[in-house]
């Protein structure tokens, strides 16, 4: 197994097979790429292009733009057939490339069931000729394959924890994503991971119906947080382990900075006895959550 961290701020914090930076978010905010960090790019949820009501996804519910609650979108969602911030996002997405080791896509899709139904989507709709999930599934799928011709580093795509209806409700196809993929990450973000079943459960179903890699991403903290917030240590290693027993190919750390991983790696090598009771957990690739946070214990003597 690998293990990463995922994280807002260019520092790397010790102990990790590779760094994920987040350069573009969601709220629009751009960063400059480093040469030794992958680079993870928000495609269509973006608040600052979102910023031109025309530009945003629409559907029977209302638009998909924060504040709308018959969706869980905390950002705006611009149209997954806007012509200018397609090409916009290629060029950046390119650009990025060529100044980092990789990219990690997100929101790579539409926004959510329903979307899009503006002039332009139903428009190119109805003169594709195919049904409505079909077109959307093509215009995910087309758009992927001109990122793909455009980079040359590793590309991985992020996939909401959603195994079931990807497809109806952002026009994901997994087998059509695994054709320009070298992997998949499974954004797993929670503020509590008090019911293990329930992300082991999904870790392995990913890792049956995906045809490359799997990653999953762990919640650690964000900017903003209280510690009462934010998935405690015991949380974190028993899910850690229950996940890399499923034959998951690597577990990303998701956190502000550097020094919340650091912060996160002190909380685990303390937990000796919960370590201890861990060891009875299964396969080798548990152990292998084991063993990494003994390696930790390296950096702090």
């Not at 495609?43 to 209302?62: R, T």
């Not at 503006?118 to 409505?132: A, D, E, I, P, Q």
């Not at 179903?205 to 890699?213: A, M, Q, S, V, Y």
């Not at 299964?282 to 390296?298: C, H, M």
Request: charged content about 25%; aromatic content about 12%.
């Amino acid at each position: 197994m690998k293990f990463g961290t995922f994280v807002y701020e260019p520092e790397k914090a010790e102990g990790f097979d590779f760094h994920v930076l987040r350069v573009k978010q969601e709220t629009g905010k751009r960063i400059s790429p480093v040469s030794d960090m992958a680079s993870n790019i928000a495609v269509f949820a973006d608040n600052v292009a979102g910023k031109n009501p025309e530009w945003i996804s629409q559907s029977l519910l209302g638009p998909a733009k924060f504040g709308n609650n018959n969706y869980n979108i905390y950002w705006n969602v611009i149209c997954a057939t806007q012509p200018e911030h397609r090409v916009e996002q290629l060029n950046y997405i390119q650009e990025v490339d060529r100044l980092s080791p990789g990219i990690w896509l997100n929101s790579q899709y539409f926004a959510d069931h329903g979307h899009c139904i503006c002039r332009r989507c139903v428009k190119h709709w109805k003169k594709s000729g195919l049904g409505w999930l079909e077109w959307r599934r093509k215009e995910v799928t087309d758009y992927i394959a001109q990122i793909r011709e455009n980079t040359k580093k590793e590309l991985v795509m992020c996939l909401q924890p959603d195994p079931i209806t990807a497809y109806e409700r952002y026009g994901v196809d997994f087998d059509d994503l695994a054709k320009y993929a070298d992997a998949f990450n499974i954004v797993m973000l929670s503020k509590s991971y008090a019911t293990p079943w329930y992300w082991e459960m999904l870790s392995r179903g990913f890792k049956k119906l995906l045809k490359k890699p799997v990653y999953i991403s762990l919640y650690v903290s964000a900017y903003g947080d209280k510690t009462e917030d934010i998935p405690s240590a015991t949380e974190l290693l028993i899910n850690s382990v229950r996940c890399a027993r499923t034959g998951i190919d690597g577990i990303l750390y998701f956190a502000a900075s550097a020094k919340n991983i650091l912060d996160f790696q002190k909380k685990l090598i303390n937990n000796f006895d919960l370590r201890k009771r861990l060891k009875n957990y299964g396969k080798k690739p548990a152990q292998e959550v084991l063993d990494l946070v003994s390696n930790w214990e390296k950096l702090f003597n």
